[in-house]
């Protein structure tokens, strides 16, 4: 799949307080980006906005030229989003809520398929036990599943570095490489910038409410971006 996000002139408001003033960028077909903000600079809010979840107040947001709308889930169909919360049911295990998610979706729910996921985030010792008995680092590793096993084209990951110690991180950033050479358009949300610097195409800082810096990584060193990152932050 070629999928181009295009975002014109988003703003969103709270109860009368602007959050988001005329936010603009554009995402390409199979890059890697990644949106760093302090807490309260609306990153989560933004990934909801992007994924029709919440809905805008002005502006819009186009994949491939068509307008998506929270009242039109065909619109939405082409993106995935994966939130703090696990979004996923406590009395069911692992394997059965990857199972039920994927049927929400219309995907074939192929059980080897599924244990071959959980068995390369090293959850297939846990895969029948109930999640409400699953560390933070292991409902991390479900998400991730989740989003290895719904293969839309577009996906926003809010925070998935959260509880993942180094294995976890590890495999998440190879899930990347992965879903990159399959042309996934990634939208990563994260206050890891030392991460950022080695895995992602490209930062956008946001900053009450707007876009501080929006730099490609492409043909820079970890030490030229950091640089250019701490001189224009």
Not at 61 to 67: F, H, L, R, Y
Request: include cysteine; hydrophobic fraction near 40%; charged fraction near 20%.
């Amino acid at each position: 799949f070629i999928m181009q996000v295009d975002i014109s002139g988003i703003c969103k408001s709270f109860y009368l307080q602007n959050v988001l003033s005329n936010l603009s960028f554009s995402l390409s077909s199979g890059s890697v980006t990644c949106l760093l903000g302090s807490n309260g600079s609306v990153k989560t809010t933004t990934l909801k906005l992007l994924s029709s979840i919440t809905s805008i107040g002005s502006g819009k947001v186009c994949i491939n030229g068509k307008e998506i709308s929270p009242s039109d889930p065909l619109s939405r169909q082409y993106s995935l989003y994966v939130g703090h919360n696990a979004s996923l049911y406590p009395s069911l295990s692992g394997k059965e809520n990857l199972l039920f998610i994927m049927g929400l979706y219309g995907l074939h729910a192929n059980k080897d398929k599924i244990r071959e996921c959980l068995g390369y985030l090293s959850l297939e010792n846990h895969c029948n036990k109930q999640i409400k008995f699953y560390s933070q680092g292991m409902l991390q590793r479900l998400k991730l599943a989740m989003a290895d096993l719904i293969p839309t084209p577009i996906l926003y990951l809010d925070e998935p570095l959260s509880a993942l110690d180094q294995e976890g991180t590890d495999l998440f950033n190879d899930l990347i490489i992965k879903w990159k050479n399959i042309n996934r358009t990634m939208l990563i949300a994260t206050h890891n910038i030392d991460w950022a610097l080695n895995v992602v195409d490209r930062i956008i800082i946001l900053k009450n409410g707007h876009i501080d810096l929006d730099v490609s990584l492409k043909g820079m060193s970890k030490e030229e971006a950091t640089s250019y990152i701490k001189g224009n932050g």
